[in-house]
């Protein structure tokens, strides 16, 4: 990869303090984001796709600590950097977005003031210009009477619209790039659906780099651009929207996506299950993480731990017996 | 048609809203507010809907968690409230939260072979027959049995909910947002299992869901509410393939990624959910309606046959076509 990617994140490991000494609950992730993208990070519960995020921002929690990585931003390295530093970077080149938005909110300040707050922070702006930006940016993101909800507290407004206010303040000091968080997971479908088509709409306009964690396929679907799938910690495949939802090549992005329902399943289609759980995060197969649910694993798969492959330009898979497996058509055709 | 298993006619059930120092009165919350349906023997209803349109209160409704404000609920032919013991354990419901639902102090084995000793006449000896059948109904192995809710994970527990729930062989089972809380590898195996011992044991499921895609996969028919009540009802295939209610196409249009496969013009509807206590004059669906007319606003639609077991509840129908 080389320096010219607006985010670039390097074989980052986040490690949590366990019984039996360190373990890793993000390992080895790798990826990049450019202008105007939207890439998902998609994964179960406990896959690590939320710490991801968390560390490319230095908000890990207090016991957790990047044991290795670089995280680039426009070429500039972001984990040595000291709090007082990132400061400048939060907000004001990475914002983030959390799921819910209730609790992201201070019920106790007005949304207006939390807006001006934000702003102010990151610009040398004076109040009334602050109020000024403050009220566009609530109309940027489709508020109905910004007036009105400048003035609000945030318990007085519905999830719907407390969402579109952190949009509103992640995105007023014009970031290059968002995280969200699960953020629509808290909402109604219908409300779902503004969120997200306003997401695009703020792409499309202001070239924003998205990075989008979620855990559900159907969004992925309709958003991405490229995708990450995590499983226990890993990425286990990596590609644009056509190669992992067409051609997807790593056992478990298979059965990820013949396990969940979509509207346009066949009738008297059987969901595909993949057997068993998640491992333990703190005892974790020595080889591949997915080897004790995977249908395809030999002896050799529990052993040897696979490494990020790129199979085709950009389409990377984890996955020792991926030679074999892509000869397997996946998805509803089998 | 087979048998009507349970049949709900014009359920209402409100909830007072009391607010300052004497809990004045301050209006009502019209949770359910006019309902009627009816579920046959073997087949599973689904019941979709947003959060707050009042699918999990008719639901605890009908097995009288709450008591009704108004409405006939029948349960072969029976008023619930009638139902003798025996009757009545053939009703039961798989809640939303395994966590919340299974009790952490007391372990797997004595959860499940609870309804066995409210039951009576069981031997100790015929009740660990039974729970240990049971557990391997649902895929877990007698060691389970020994196991505190807090040792297992969730899709374990919500196996150990569905286990209990299969005691004292039951008919009818009310699924409130079974796989809601669960991770989409999980979630494909409950709704498996679920459909297995349907078949096993011949029973009937309301299946509760805000899932568009789970509901489709596990229903015969569909009912779609919206504050309170009914706006669609139809088999599955036809409510996907022919929506005839705007709100029902307002959800179908808001599954992400399904914008290409609608076979109707797309609805991404504006605003929220107004608030039940005070619900719009006429439809209730009107103040968000993309084709809401003057009639919307002074009369409130009633359900009426648009097709083969098909009702839909709006003024609209023969406009909206296609």
Avoid at chain 1, 56 to 63: A, C, I
Avoid at chain 1, 144 to 162: A, D
Avoid at chain 1, 294 to 302: M, S
Avoid at chain 2, 218 to 238: F, Q, T
Wanted: with cysteine; net charge negative.
């Amino acid at each position: 990869m080389s320096g010219k990617h607006l985010l670039e994140v390097k074989d980052i490991r986040v490690v949590f303090p366990g019984k039996k000494g360190e373990f890793a609950a993000v390992d080895g992730v790798t990826f990049h984001l450019d202008q105007g993208e939207i890439l998902c990070i998609v994964g179960e519960s406990g896959s690590g796709k939320t710490m991801t995020g968390l560390s490319v921002l230095g908000l890990l929690p207090e016991q957790a600590r990047v044991a290795a990585g670089t995280v680039r931003y426009q070429g500039r390295e972001l984990l040595g950097l000291s709090e007082q530093e990132m400061y400048g970077i939060r907000g004001k080149e990475i914002s983030m977005i959390f799921q819910d938005p209730m609790v992201s909110l201070d019920q106790v300040f007005t949304v207006g003031s939390q807006l001006v707050e934000a702003i102010r922070v990151h610009t040398k702006m004076d109040k009334r210009s602050a109020v000024e930006l403050s009220l566009e940016m609530l109309d940027k993101v489709r508020i109905p009477n910004p007036e009105r909800v400048f003035g609000s507290y945030p318990f007085e407004l519905s999830g719907g619209m407390c969402q579109r206010v952190m949009i509103a303040i992640a995105l007023c000091c014009h970031p290059k790039v968002l995280i969200a968080d699960e953020p629509t997971t808290a909402l109604d479908a219908t409300v779902q659906a503004q969120i997200l088509e306003l997401l695009v709409e703020l792409r499309d306009a202001t070239h924003i780099g998205i990075i989008l964690i979620t855990h559900d396929l159907d969004i992925v679907k309709g958003m991405a651009d490229r995708i990450i799938v995590m499983y226990a910690g890993k990425m286990m495949e990596m590609g644009t929207r056509q190669d992992v939802f067409s051609n997807p090549l790593h056992p478990y992005t298979q059965g990820l996506l013949k396990c969940v329902p979509t509207l346009d399943m066949p009738e008297g289609f059987r969901l595909y299950n993949i057997e068993g759980i998640v491992p333990d995060i703190q005892d974790m197969p020595e080889g591949c993480r997915f080897c004790t649910r995977c249908p395809r694993a030999e002896e050799e798969c529990c052993i040897v731990q696979p490494e990020l492959r790129e199979i085709a330009p950009g389409h990377f898979v984890s996955c020792l017996k991926v030679d074999e497996v892509s000869e397997v058509k996946a998805g509803w055709a089998q | 048609m087979t048998e009507v298993l349970l049949e709900v006619k014009e359920l209402k059930k409100y909830f007072p809203v009391a607010q300052g120092m004497f809990y004045r009165r301050k209006g009502v919350i019209r949770a359910v507010d006019g309902v009627s349906f009816q579920v046959h023997r073997g087949e599973t209803l689904g019941l979709v809907g947003e959060s707050g349109c009042g699918k999990s209160t008719l639901s605890r409704v009908i097995l009288q968690l709450f008591p009704r404000d108004a409405g006939e609920i029948r349960y072969r032919g029976r008023d619930v409230e009638e139902l003798d013991r025996s009757q009545r354990s053939k009703l039961r419901m798989v809640f939303q939260n395994p966590y919340g639902s299974l009790n952490p102090k007391e372990k797997v084995f004595s959860a499940i072979a609870e309804p066995y000793r409210i039951a009576g006449g069981y031997s100790r000896q015929q009740i660990e027959e039974e729970v240990l059948h049971l557990l391997g109904l649902v895929g877990l192995s007698p060691a389970h049995a020994r196991r505190y809710p807090h040792e297992l994970s969730g899709g374990q527990r919500q196996r150990i909910a569905i286990a209990r729930v299969l005691a004292l062989e039951p008919e009818f089972i009310i699924c409130d947002e079974p796989v809601s809380a669960l991770d989409v590898s999980i979630q494909a195996q409950i709704l498996n299992l679920l459909k297995d011992i349907q078949e096993e044991f011949g029973l009937t499921y309301l299946f509760i869901s805000h899932d568009l895609a789970v509901v489709k996969y596990i229903c015969d028919r569909i009912a779609v509410m919206y504050l309170g009540k009914i706006m669609e009802i139809a088999p599955a295939r036809a409510l996907y393939a022919k929506p005839k209610h705007p709100y029902t196409r307002a959800l179908l249009s808001a599954v992400p990624g399904a914008a290409d496969q609608l076979s109707f013009e797309r609805i991404v509807l504006e605003g929220d959910t107004p608030n039940a206590i005070d619900p719009p004059s006429g439809c209730r669906f009107r103040t968000r309606c993309p084709y809401a007319e003057e009639v919307c606003a002074h009369e409130e639609p009633d359900l009426t046959s648009c097709g083969t077991e098909h009702f839909s509840a709006c003024h609209l129908l023969h406009k909206l076509a296609g």
